[in-house]
Nanobody, 126 residues
Framework: VQLQASGGGLVQAGGSLRLSCAASGRTFGTYAMGWFRQAPGKEREFVAA????????YYGDSVKGRFTISRDNAKNTVYLQMNSLKPEDTAVYYC????????????????????WGQGTLVTVSS
């Protein structure tokens, strides 16, 4: 499985960006997906996760109410819509696949994810 994240860039505080993560492989629709981020000098942080069908989502406290995760299994793509961006959202954002969880399940710990994309940089200016 290979993941390609895109959509990062420079945006002013209060603005929006949509990240995309395209996955290879015919079984994308059976995998839970997650987004993480890592700011300079900080540990990798859980952002959001979505189950196989998209029926279950879960968010980190710092992004709840501002970010929305979604997926299009026909396009093998997961999205992260980021609204009301803040300077503290500045980080490299990574998408990841969890191949082990069953239907309706999402997981938070990074070590539960099996494959990772290369990351896309989001910079929010104040």
């Amino acid at each position: 499985v290979q993941l390609q994240a895109s959509g990062g860039g420079l945006v002013q505080a209060g603005g929006s960006l949509r990240l995309s993560c395209a996955a290879s492989g015919r079984t994308f629709g059976t995998y839970a997906m997650g987004w993480f981020r890592q700011a300079p000098g900080k540990e990798r942080e859980f952002v959001a996760a979505i189950s196989w069908s998209g029926g279950t989502t879960y968010y980190g406290d710092s992004v709840k109410g501002r970010f929305t995760i979604s997926r299009d299994n026909a396009k093998n793509t997961v999205y992260l819509q980021m609204n009301s961006l803040k300077p503290e959202d500045t980080a490299v954002y990574y998408c990841a696949i969890d191949t082990k969880s069953g239907p309706g399940i999402v997981v938070v710990p990074a070590h539960e994810y099996d494959y990772w994309g290369q990351g896309t940089l989001v910079t929010v200016s104040s």
